[in-house]
């Protein structure tokens, strides 16, 4: 029998109050994800996946005019339930992220260094600069970064794309976080760069036992990260199931469109969705669990 979910989302809501009325943005979102496991949810621009991760993250409860229902589950405590400090000592320790682009996510005024020691006395507040530093230097040798010194001694500007994106999922999970939200990483790189960089995130969420909620709208590269894959169109869940699964027998008309989206030497076009309506998005389609 499995453990309790590190993640638990149920009947998830969000809709924001504005000058016209009320708009209805998420539609009883379910969605959970169990340790050590890498789920991708995956949908195109606007449709609600990033929205997902920044009430995860606590970000939304108080922006105004946001109205959040439903219930978010971290480790089985209820996040709504939190203040908005007890939501803020949660990231960078038992929560964290990684953004599509590393070089704007990091800070341009400080140095790499400082920025580790930063993140790292979130965790511990009494760590040395010293011990810190010997701590990030473990950490960036674990996404294959020989030259540690230069590194941590440099700006976010002195530094690659690609580089900036390994330091970013060092950083992430330097406090060995349970759950680890990836927001289209790699996405700001060349191709060859985010494979490398996918493989090194895959083998060190492997090595600490995260939890991993990957978004993304691109199907072809979910496919050789996550566990178990989520389809979210106009902020519902119409699909899920394990990859293998749902690549060998997609049955939703929007999961279907994704994937002849992919780019493909042969071509083809991309099939209608069919018309919007309510009985469009009821029911969802789920597959069958993947065996223990």
Not at 193 to 206: D, F, G, K
Request: glycine share 10%; charged share 25%.
């Amino acid at each position: 029998m499995r453990d309790a979910p590190t993640l638990s989302i149920s009947d998830l809501t969000l809709s924001f109050r504005n000058w016209s009325g009320v708009s209805q943005v998420l539609h009883g979102i379910d969605l959970d994800i169990h340790k050590g496991e890498r789920v991708g949810l995956v949908g195109e621009s606007g449709s609600g996946k990033s929205v997902i991760a920044r009430i995860i993250l606590g970000t939304l409860h108080d922006v105004k005019g946001a109205q959040i229902g439903g219930d978010v589950r971290l480790g089985g405590r209820d996040m709504a339930g939190m203040s908005k400090s007890e939501r803020g000592e949660l990231r960078g320790t038992e929560l964290s992220m990684i953004f599509q682009d590393p070089t704007t996510a990091l800070n341009p005024v400080y140095t790499i260094g400082m920025q580790f020691l930063e993140v790292l006395r979130r965790g511990d507040s009494g760590m040395s600069a010293e011990d810190g530093k010997v701590r990030s230097a473990e950490i960036l040798g674990e996404v294959s970064i020989t030259d540690v010194d230069r590194v941590l001694e440099s700006y976010p500007f002195q530094l690659s794309g690609g580089m900036n994106q390994r330091v970013m999922i060092a950083m992430a999970l330097v406090n060995e976080p349970q759950l680890l939200l990836a927001d289209e990483p790699g996405t700001a790189l060349d191709v060859t760069v985010q494979a490398q960089t996918l493989e090194l995130m895959r083998n060190l969420v492997e090595q600490h036992g995260t939890s991993v909620l990957f978004i993304s709208h691109n199907l072809g590269v979910v496919r050789e990260f996550a566990d178990r894959i989520y389809v979210i169109y106009k902020g519902r869940i119409v699909e899920r199931g394990p990859t293998a699964s749902i690549f060998a027998d997609p049955r939703h008309p929007y999961t279907k469109a994704l994937m002849a989206a992919i780019p493909r030497l042969t071509g083809g076009g991309v099939p209608d969705i069919a018309e919007e309506s309510e009985s469009f998005f009821d029911p969802m389609i789920t597959h069958g669990e993947a065996p223990e």
